[in-house]
């Protein structure tokens, strides 16, 4: 499974659109009219084994223009030959890092930045089999939900990062580029992986800030398309100006997760 998508193709202004794609739930929002959204320049590229046992998601947000979120989906696109082989490589989560920063700092990449009006947060997610990996830049959320972690307050994999981004003006340029780059183990069970443009957290009443709110408007009862078309359904209630866009998927794990050596395993 492939799919890409941009904003400014499809800005989707005052409409909530929720689609699936495989296993992924994508749902976007341009914003509310009312509120003054005119354009949306948000973009995401997706790519998934045939037999699922990888997903590949990045999603961007753009300022001024949507151009730099295009360059990056069209660079990926580009190199998909030997984005997938490398996803389909044993030593995967040891050479996705490189490869991206090698990527980002090419001489051609960064030429092409130059030329381009605007820049963009950027947020890759890798998930295969019990393990997820991620490389952000700028301030687009991350967020890996499970019952386990959300009992101990926790439910990001990244944090928002502010005057860091990927286009005309450029971090990579830097004699050090900023980026966060992680990896962790899923929990026994079902994991919602969640990526987020920073317009999901900024309705007037900010509901989602708190990270609660959104795991229970996530996790529940409900198929996930229902629950993440309520979620966007919130933001256009609420009369959001900025276009929001989310991608989202559960991952069943039947594998063991780390657990302390003083606390017996469950007889489950």
Not at 25 to 41: D, Q
Not at 44 to 71: C, G, K, M, R, Y
Not at 119 to 141: P, R, T
């Amino acid at each position: 499974m492939e799919y890409a998508w941009l904003g400014s193709n499809q800005p989707g202004l005052d409409e909530v659109r929720v689609t699936c794609h495989s296993n992924i739930i994508v749902g976007r929002y341009g914003g509310n009219v009312s509120s003054g959204a005119n354009k949306n320049e948000d973009g995401l590229l997706l790519i998934q084994s045939p037999n699922h046992l990888w997903s590949f998601a990045v999603l961007l947000d753009a300022h001024h223009t949507a151009e730099s979120a295009e360059l990056v989906i069209e660079t990926l696109n580009n190199h998909k030959e030997s984005l997938v082989n490398l996803l389909d490589s044993e030593d995967v989560f040891t050479g996705l890092e490189p490869y991206f920063v090698d990527l980002f700092t090419s001489k051609d990449f960064r030429g092409a930045c130059r030329e381009t009006t605007g820049e963009a947060s950027c947020l890759i997610v890798f998930q295969k089999n019990q393990y997820i990996w991620w490389f952000s830049v700028g301030d687009c959320m991350a967020l890996l939900l499970h019952p386990e972690l959300a009992r101990l307050g926790q439910y990001g994999l990244n944090q928002r990062q502010f005057y860091e981004w990927i286009g005309q003006v450029n971090t990579f340029e830097l004699p050090v580029p900023g980026y966060t780059v992680g990896r962790r183990q899923l929990r026994p069970g079902s994991n919602y992986i969640v990526l987020m443009t920073d317009g999901v957290l900024d309705s007037a009443d900010k509901f989602y800030q708190d990270p609660v709110n959104l795991y229970a408007s996530l996790v529940n009862s409900r198929e996930l398309e229902e629950n993440v078309n309520s979620v966007f359904e919130h933001l256009h209630e609420h009369k959001t100006k900025d276009s929001a866009t989310m991608i989202c998927w559960i991952y069943h794990n039947k594998a063991e997760g780390l657990i302390p050596s003083d606390q017996p395993k469950s007889l489950d």
